[in-house]
């Protein structure tokens, strides 16, 4: 089954620094994979989706790359701001049954400083 | 962005009584939509799949006699949890997807605890 990983450490960065997140996965490459962000107590947000033949995505201050070789995903946020402090879930899409069928990652908690 | 609402967003009942969750997406049609579960600090687990008019798709391990859906509009699924138990208590959310290759919406989540 695919499994999807995500650091389960936090992410501490200054205020102004591009924060880096990472999602690998195993398997198969997904048809797509999609970034959101969760807040405590909320339903996820979705931020960006990229193709399997696409290798970036941009949005604003949001970038995702999509390399299907090493099997790995990066989300980046540029000039952080205290505000972006979040979750972060990285979500695969899998075709099977006759649809395309989601996983989550775990997620990686980004906190960034003033 | 689309917007997905759910009711109750809390509820706290008694041990063995039914608990009917509601999904709606309120600005477009969803032919898919998803339920959730999830722990602390535990990722999403995908719990159903449903789709309008016909009958939902459970992952392994969930009980479909116990997490009872009906989707019987493409603007609503009902997640029925019957005779819960405290170890049903959880987050659970709901997401709506208009198709395939399209991103999920997500509810903002109904906090359910057992007593």
């Known amino acids: 089954s695919q499994k999807i990983e995500q650091n389960s450490e936090a992410l501490n960065i200054q205020e102004g620094k591009t924060a880096t997140l990472t999602c690998n996965y195993t398997?198969?490459?997904?048809?797509?994979l999609q970034w959101y962000r969760q807040d405590p107590g909320r339903g996820p947000v979705f931020l960006l989706l990229?193709?399997?033949?696409?290798k970036e995505k941009r949005k604003e201050r949001l970038k995702v790359t999509f390399d299907t070789t090493l099997k790995q995903s990066l989300f980046h946020i540029t000039a952080s701001q205290p505000a972006d402090s979040a979750t972060y879930l990285c979500a695969l899409d899998m075709y099977g049954g006759g649809s395309y069928i989601p996983t989550f990652g775990r997620g990686t908690s980004l906190i960034v400083h003033p | 962005g689309a917007v997905v609402s759910q009711h109750p967003s809390w509820v706290i009942c008694k041990s063995g009584t039914s608990v009917k969750i509601e999904c709606r997406s309120l600005d477009f049609q969803a032919t898919t939509m998803f339920w959730y579960r999830q722990f602390p600090k535990q990722s999403l687990m995908l719990m159903a799949t449903s789709n309008e008019g016909s009958k939902a798709t459970y992952e392994q391990g969930v009980e479909k006699d116990k997490f009872l859906i009906n989707h019987a509009s493409l603007t609503l699924s009902t997640l029925t949890v019957t005779s819960a138990h405290p170890e049903d208590s959880s987050f659970y959310i709901c997401?709506?997807?208009?198709?395939?290759?399209?991103?999920?919406?997500f509810g903002p989540g109904t906090r359910l605890l057992v007593l």
């Open positions: 990229i193709r399997e033949n696409e």
């Open positions: 997401s709506a997807r208009l198709r395939d290759g399209e991103t999920q919406y």
């Open positions: 398997n198969y490459s997904p048809a797509y």
